[in-house]
T-cell receptor, first 112, second 114 residues
Framework: KNQVEQSPQSLIILEGKNCTLQ??????????LRWYKQDTGRGPVSLTI?????NTKSNGRYTATLDADTKQSSLHITASQLSDSASYIC???????????FGAGTTVTVRA | NAGVTQTPKFQVLKTGQSMTLQCAQD?????MYWYRQDPGMGLRLIYY???????DKGEVPNGYNVSRLNKREFSLRLESAAPSQTSVYFC?????????????FGQGTRLTVV
């Protein structure tokens, strides 16, 4: 069973609208949580990295939140643009280790 | 800004054939990794090299071998390709294997084994 579960699997939104992606994890002990953006045919690119002590982190129109107690994270995209069409991957790191657990990703399609 | 470069980008192999996927980084990173990405699944670690001269197995190492040729280059070899190895392969690098180190990924190699 994957230790990182993402929802929804995919979503379609209109340009200019907001959306929120969810990530639940069971990784323990937890070190940090990352969100990556992966464009079609490209490698993942880091958006945010948060430690267990951080509640929120922003990168432009992307805002990630973390609740380490409930083991949940979300990625909020504000005022979506066509270039936001991509897969967004939640990644959790074990403590003191670089073995990363990757979610399967949420595919976001932004339509004009 | 080359970053992490993988070759080839696409490859079709027949079952039983061998090949080597090449990866090079120009960021002076110590650690390098090979992942595979399959539909509906998260990336899975095949092998990694924490530093030049060392390699370790990841989550799914069977059927693969690696060589850390020097600090820049980390290759992945399939000795006898199987259809189950059809996947997209990503190489990544980072300054180290610890903590909040950020990983940088190549563009991927799409491998089909028929």
């Amino acid at each position: 069973k994957n230790q990182v579960e993402q929802s929804p699997q995919s979503l379609i939104i209109l340009e200019g609208k907001n959306c929120t992606l969810q990530c639940n994890y069971t990784v323990s002990p937890f070190s940090n949580l990352r969100w990556y953006k992966q464009d079609t045919g490209r490698g993942p690119v880091s958006l945010t990295i948060m430690t267990f002590s951080e509640n929120t982190k922003s990168n432009g129109r992307y805002t990630a939140t973390l609740d380490a107690d409930t083991k949940q994270s979300s990625l909020h995209i504000t005022a979506s643009q066509l270039s936001d069409s991509a897969s967004y991957i939640c990644v959790v790191s074990f403590s003191n280790d670089y073995k990363l657990s990757f979610g399967a990703g949420t595919t976001v399609t932004v339509r004009a | 800004n080359a970053g992490v470069t993988q070759t080839p980008k696409f490859q079709v192999l027949k079952t039983g054939q061998s090949m080597t996927l090449q990866c090079a980084q120009d960021m002076n990173h110590n650690s390098m990794y090979w992942y595979r990405q399959d539909p509906g699944m998260g990336l899975r670690l095949i092998y990694y090299s924490a530093s030049e001269g060392t390699t370790d197995k990841g989550e799914v190492p069977n059927g693969y071998n690696v060589s850390r040729l020097n600090k820049r280059e980390f290759s992945l070899r399939l000795e006898s390709a199987a259809p189950s190895q059809t996947s997209v392969y990503f190489c990544a690098s980072s300054t180290s294997t610890g903590g909040l180190t950020e990983a940088f990924f190549g563009q991927g190699t799409r491998l089909t084994v028929v």
